[in-house]
């Protein structure tokens, strides 16, 4: 089975920084777009950013400038830098990558359990 494993959540002031990471693991024939959603209780999940395979980035207007999300392919992990945190991005963070898990299957989409990101004022 596919696993996505979020980690470096925490609480922070305002202003600081956060560096989330997020590795899949399992049979994984192909890894196309990774992306990071966030989450607040009552509000709809969020696309934050999104690296396709080929390397471009797209980032929500809410974050651009301030989070950059980057692929380590060989480890099958995606990172998001978040940086300028203000109380507004506090949610939890949720990775989702689109892979085949062998040549045979379609592309899906797998999520990670998420991790929780506090910013306080």
């Known amino acids: 089975q596919v696993q996505l494993a979020e980690s470096g959540g925490g609480l922070v002031q305002a202003g600081g920084s956060l560096r989330l990471s997020c590795a899949a693991s399992?049979?994984?024939?192909?890894?196309?777009?990774m992306a990071w959603y966030r989450q607040t209780p009552g509000k709809q999940r969020e696309l934050v950013a999104t690296?396709?395979?080929?390397?471009?980035?797209n980032y929500a207007d809410s974050v651009k400038g301030r989070f950059t999300i980057s692929r380590d392919n060989a480890k099958n992990t995606v990172y998001l830098q978040m940086n300028s945190l203000s109380p507004e991005d506090t949610a939890v963070y949720t990775c989702?990558?689109?892979?085949?898990?062998?040549?045979?299957?379609?592309?899906?989409?797998?999520w990670g359990q998420g991790t929780q990101v506090t910013v306080s004022s």
């Open positions: 989702n990558a689109g892979l085949q898990r062998t040549r045979g299957d379609p592309v899906r989409n797998y």
């Open positions: 399992g049979i994984i024939f192909r890894i196309n777009t």
């Open positions: 690296m396709p395979s080929g390397g471009s980035t």
